[in-house]
């Protein structure tokens, strides 16, 4: 493990800042922590993208070409002039609050045969390939997006990252982040499955905490802007565990479509793009409809695949809308009927994390209802016989019911739903306060306006 002090472990220091950005640089600097533990900072000149053309078989964008060329030359300045080591920054970068402290842990645990150390980034595809712990501050990353703040060491490294970033082979719109991505990938990979790791392999870990997000202010290559300091899902938290999902559970036809488009007008994540049954909106994302379909097709009462795989595929899709809602600023939420059978599954995938939103309607209203849409669409994959409707809404409800009980730990709101018909400012009001957010007036006042009695017989 490395013992060295901080300001030794890399030999310079460098701040990528474009020329046009000096209101980027004296912010930056005045941000610094102290005291700084690297050499002293040393403005790098970066490429403007947005003053050049870029060759034809780039298609990721100006900025990003900037973006890779700045990378690109601080690497081969390093190169030329034998500097061993180095850690870049760009005007983005934002610390931690003690830094320092956070930093020294950090590399203190660094294993010897570090080659590139990120201080900040985003983990890729965790719910799937979670970060490998090596220790209790390190881990080592399946695939890490964003070069906003990163360490590297060693000839051997350098070189082997000058041939993959000049290597042909980049995917269609990748920037450089995403092709820094694929080279940790390989390697991940090859340990995971036991192989012998690469050659041109570098050895590349994280942080169990991001110790650098990145400033509230606007991106030279996307053009966001933020409000505060972002720091992207961590080693420790690469699922979103420390966010929470809200499951809408009840029976069909027992009003849980009308609470999840009322949820989706608050500006929860419901999905990406909704369907459903309902004329006015069901509020099932597309994504989870499919996967809960192909795990138990209407109207079976058991899923047909390993509970394992069902657990595992659910927590896929719901950390890929934690990400989104947490980009977005907000709460994920899903809804299908069939998760009142997969309460356990999402328990499972979720722990903690879970919260349940219960919505109930007299089950023999429930029952008739659905009975009712089957009859009026005799042979559609959705329509079942009476004794068939009957066994699936009771099962339904009967696992749902059954979780509950027997995890009290998860928190739970149950809605009412001929009450939410009956004072929908109310009940509303009621279930913002457990989502925890603040929507402003107008999407309170549009998901009120959701609430026609008229229209909401079944939900």
Known sequence: MISMPTKKIVERCFLMNLDRRDDRLREWMQQ????????DVERFAAIDGRKLSTPEQWR??????????????????CLLEGIDSYVVFEDDAGFVPDFVEHLEAYVRELPEDWGLAYLGGQHLYAAKHPPKKISDHIYRPYNVNRTHAFMVRGRATMK???????WNDWHLKHHIDHHLGRLTQ??????????????????????DRWLVGQLPTKSNICGRKWTQTRFFNDAKNADHSDAPFFAVLGPHRSGTSCVAMVMHHLGVHMGNELGGYE???GGEAIGLAQLCEKAMRFPAIDP???DGQLAKQLKAWIVARKAEAIRDRTVAGGKYPHLCRFASHLYEALGNSLRIIAVDRPIEASIRSLQDRSSRHPGQWFAAGDDAC????RSLLEHRETFIQQHPEVLVHRINFAKLTEDPETVINELIAFLGIEPTAEEIDSAIAHVNPQLRKFG
């Open 60 to 77: 990721a964008g100006n900025g990003a070409w900037g973006c890779y060329r700045s990378h690109l030359l601080i690497l081969e300045k």
């Open 390 to 393: 009957d066994k699936l809404q």
């Open 279 to 281: 004329a006015t909106g």
């Open 186 to 207: 390989r390697r991940y990979e090859a340990l995971v499955q036991g192989k012998n790791v690469e050659k041109e392999s570098i050895p590349v870990y994280t942080p």
């Open 32 to 39: 610094l922590p102290q005291p700084w533990p690297f050499p």
């Open 304 to 306: 047909k695949i390993p």
């Open 160 to 166: 082997a990252l000058y041939r993959h970033l000049n």
